[in-house]
């Protein structure tokens, strides 16, 4: 059976957690209008919602910091005389959004300074539009800034046309015909190119500036609606749709290919329409359902869309926005993270994160994400000029510091980019040889137990002087101390010495020769003190401690002897391991899967190399 092999991927173990309901934004009155959109906005300070409303349409604004129970009034942004349809943020400017609507207008607004949902007021004022952009003749269903160009907002309408604005002058230049309804749209990365999808099934891939449809494609064949998105500066397209079977369908295709990328992959057969997300720091593409709580997200990679994993959940969900890259929590390795609306009543954030255990900051997952700086300015952009917008260094977010701006190809060094050090240098800092000094010789050591023995001797054998009267003159002494050491060294067999020794003969030698200072036995017929003279006590001191010295240097050499016997055994042992280990390892070069017997002798040498290690 062949193996089966896991596709390395840095995003491979991604999973979503939920948010507390605590920690939700609730309260809310979110619309309930039937258009095909996603509801709800988001970017790294605030959340727009298209809200609820009676005498017009509005949208509310919520600060990101401002979870739990929302007041039941809140500042509403309101300014249209229908039902608001979709919302969309500026790319370089947290504080501005487009909003679309019913009534055929498109309104720019500006979020206040310090903006709040809790006021003292009893009736909250509400927030004007900026400007007003008006043009389009039906309902406008979508708005999407340009990714690259300052200002640049593009609308689509019921009157069949796509206007691409001038925010800052309120003008449209460039109005594009379009054969159908639009049903979604997403820009390339640079900001020239734009796609979109329609009720005729088609697919379309548009050169602005040119006012063409430079590519158009037979897409999804189902009756709903499919969506389309740029996966970022990948010139590649990711689909979703239904097949004739009413099948959820997701596809990958190439501008100028008339047929997707590997077909068209089935997903489910829920009806819910599917709703793409790129994120282009990860190359991964989210796919979330409407109708139900399912987010499957995919690794673009080789021109595939491989799965990774999907986050499930029982409540299902009518809109969904995903922050952009540069608003994420780096120190919790969150990657994106998503609001997803809960029974139109309150909104949940969801957190992609990859598990790491090092809490230090992960450039591997974290490349530079797009910044707050336009690669070109309006006037620029419909002159024909376009680029790439600069990107910030992640790390930067993660230490806290402002944000640093590197080039948009910019690569963030890894750890082994440093050069190593020479061999040179490991040298010169190893440290010399300690100096080591001869070992003490048998005399130098015979001199030092002489001293230690000279210290311990027995005071109490020198005669007491004539004008002092001795307590042991009219008692009976035992006979002299040293003659019991005497009496055991001589009592020694004389083939004991040729013999090599066990640790129990060496270590009674040693133990009796502590014992004739403390304990006597064995004594003769007492005799009166005055027959011993001094002369005689003091000599037999003598010869007392030269005997226990020639002792102690017996018992040296004969461990001298024992641990010359064991070096020269230990070096035979490792001699016959060595030619064992070689000749085993030699016949199973030789004999590979022989038999039986070749076999048995080798488990043998095994065996016998074993033992001789053990």
């Not at 190359?283 to 021109?303: P, Q, T």
């Not at 000094?437 to 230690?452: E, F, I, L, N, R």
Request: charged residues 25%; negative net charge.
């Amino acid at each position: 059976m062949a193996g089966r092999f896991v596709r390395a991927s840095k995003y491979r173990h991604v999973f979503g957690k939920p948010t507390r309901k605590e920690f939700c934004y609730d309260n809310l009155r979110i619309s309930h209008n039937a258009w095909d959109t996603n509801l709800i906005k988001a970017n790294p300070e605030y959340l727009a919602v298209n809200w609820e409303s009676s005498g017009g349409g509005a949208f509310a604004v919520i600060p990101l910091n401002e979870r739990g129970k929302l007041p039941d009034q809140i500042p509403l942004f309101r300014g249209h005389t229908a039902a608001v349809l979709d919302t969309d943020w500026n790319p370089f400017n947290d504080r501005l959004i487009a909003s679309a609507s019913d009534d055929g207008k498109v309104f720019i607004w500006e979020v206040p300074e310090n903006f709040t949902l809790y006021t003292d007021a009893e009736e909250p004022a509400d927030v004007s539009p900026l400007s007003k952009l008006s043009g389009h003749t039906r309902k406008v269903g979508h708005v999407l800034f340009n990714p690259a160009a300052e200002n640049i907002l593009a609308s689509t309408s019921g009157d069949l046309t796509v206007k691409f604005w001038d925010v800052e002058t309120g003008q449209a230049p460039i109005t594009l015909k379009h054969p159908d309804i639009v049903q979604s749209l997403s820009w390339s990365a640079n900001g020239t190119m734009l796609v979109t999808t329609s009720r005729d099934k088609k697919l379309r891939v548009w050169d602005v500036r040119q006012q063409n449809a430079v590519h158009e494609y037979q897409g999804h064949e189902g009756a709903k609606n499919s969506r389309a998105v740029w996966l970022g500066e990948h010139n590649r397209i990711a689909t979703t749709g239904f097949s004739r079977m009413s099948d959820r369908q997701v596809a990958l295709w190439e501008p100028g290919r008339k047929d997707p990328i590997g077909g068209f992959t089935s997903l489910d057969s829920i009806s819910g329409v599917c709703m793409p997300f790129w994120d282009d720091g990860s190359n991964c593409l989210y796919l979330a359902g409407k109708g139900d709580g399912n987010i499957r997200y995919f690794e673009y990679e080789n021109d595939k869309l491989e799965f990774l994993a999907e986050y499930k959940s029982g409540d299902p969900q009518r809109g969904i926005a995903f922050v952009p890259r540069r608003g994420v929590n780096v120190h919790e390795n969150e990657i994106m993270r998503a609001y997803k609306t809960v029974n139109d009543q309150y909104i949940e954030p969801i957190s992609f994160t990859v598990p790491r255990r090092a809490e230090t900051f992960q450039s591997d997952i974290y490349p530079p994400a797009t910044g707050l700086k336009p690669a070109v300015s309006a006037k620029e952009w419909f002159d024909g000029k376009d680029g790439i917008p600069a990107k910030i260094d992640m790390e930067s977010i993660y230490e806290g510091t402002a944000p640093r701006e590197v080039p948009a190809d910019y690569k963030h060094p890894t750890a082994v980019s440093s050069p190593a050090q020479p061999p040179v240098a490991k040298r010169e800092s190893t440290p010399p040889p300690a100096d080591r000094s001869p070992p003490p010789s048998v005399s130098d050591q015979k001199a030092s137990m002489s001293a230690a023995a000279n210290k311990f001797q027995d005071k109490e054998d020198a005669e007491p002087s004539e004008g002092e009267s001795s307590p042991f003159e009219e008692v009976s002494r035992p006979a002299p101390r040293a003659a019991a050491p005497v009496s055991v060294r001589t009592s020694l067999p004389p083939a004991a010495a040729d013999k090599t020794p066990s640790p129990k003969t060496y270590q009674t030698p040693v133990q009796k020769l502590a014992s004739p200072v403390r304990t006597t036995t064995a004594a003769p017929a007492p005799a009166p003190a005055t027959q011993f003279p001094a002369a005689a006590a003091a000599s037999s001191a003598v010869g007392s401690v030269e005997a226990s010295l020639a002792q102690i240097t017996e018992l040296l050499e004969q461990q001298s002897r024992i641990i010359g016997a064991q070096s020269d055994k230990i070096q035979a042992q490792s001699q016959i391991i060595s030619h064992l280990a070689t000749e085993v390892e030699t016949l199973k070069k030789r004999v590979g899967p022989g038999p039986q017997d070749q076999s048995e002798r080798i488990r043998q040498l095994e065996l016998e190399l074993e033992a001789a290690r053990s």
